[in-house]
């Protein structure tokens, strides 16, 4: 197998999580490209035609991508179990997915646009969808966070830490401290420790 990735990519960082916590590292060889919405990586496209990471090729030649596929079809290979709480793994993985769908458009926002044409209203709202989603998570899905692996914990994880990573000053800690807490002990696991987006 092949990944396609890029390693600040949040979507593409729950990915390798996962292929380290089902140590299925070794089965895949890695293609870091660099691709963006204004200039999308030529390889990546010829794989993917919306040009997005991760995009994973097969053995047998298909490709898959979009991380839900990619890791709901690595688990199956590793035989693993992080779909273990059916829907609400799914759900959870969704929601996570949707924080990072946020976090990632305000920072095309402001590290793709010129200043003097960004704007504040966009920025603020996508940063209001991570707020919102990071109250939902610490009022309704601590027990689910605290339980046994699976997706929706790593999806969240990497959520987390890209917010972290790109937008430093968004205290998404604020009134929810067990997230907090949480997200401070999963963040030591090795697979995380593993994948930390380089700084730049």
Not at 11 to 29: G, S, W
Not at 95 to 114: K, N
Request: proline residues 6%; glycine residues 6%.
């Amino acid at each position: 197998m092949k990944l396609h990735y890029a390693p600040t990519s949040p979507f593409v960082r729950k990915v390798m999580v996962l292929l380290h916590e089902t140590d299925l590292l070794d089965q895949v060889a890695l293609n870091q490209v660099v691709t963006s919405p204004f200039a999308p990586c030529a390889d990546v496209q010829a794989q993917n035609p919306l040009a997005k990471i991760p995009a994973l090729e097969r053995e047998d030649g298909g490709v898959l991508y979009d991380s839900r596929v990619i890791c709901d079809y690595l688990n199956m290979r590793a035989g693993a179990d992080l779909y273990n709480r059916g829907w609400d793994s799914k759900v959870l993985e969704a929601l996570a997915d949707g924080l990072m769908d946020a976090a990632v458009l305000a920072t095309y926002e402001m590290r793709l646009r010129p200043e003097d044409q960004q704007s504040q209203d966009w920025i603020k709202a996508q940063h209001g969808k991570v707020l919102a989603a990071c109250t939902a998570l610490n009022a309704q899905w601590m027990p689910h966070l605290e339980g046994a692996l699976d997706i929706g914990q790593i999806a969240v994880a990497c959520g987390l830490g890209y917010v972290n990573f790109r937008h430093p000053t968004l205290d998404w800690r604020a009134g929810n401290p067990a997230l907090a807490a949480w997200f401070e002990g999963f963040e030591s696991r090795a697979s995380m420790q593993a994948t930390r987006p380089p700084e730049g």
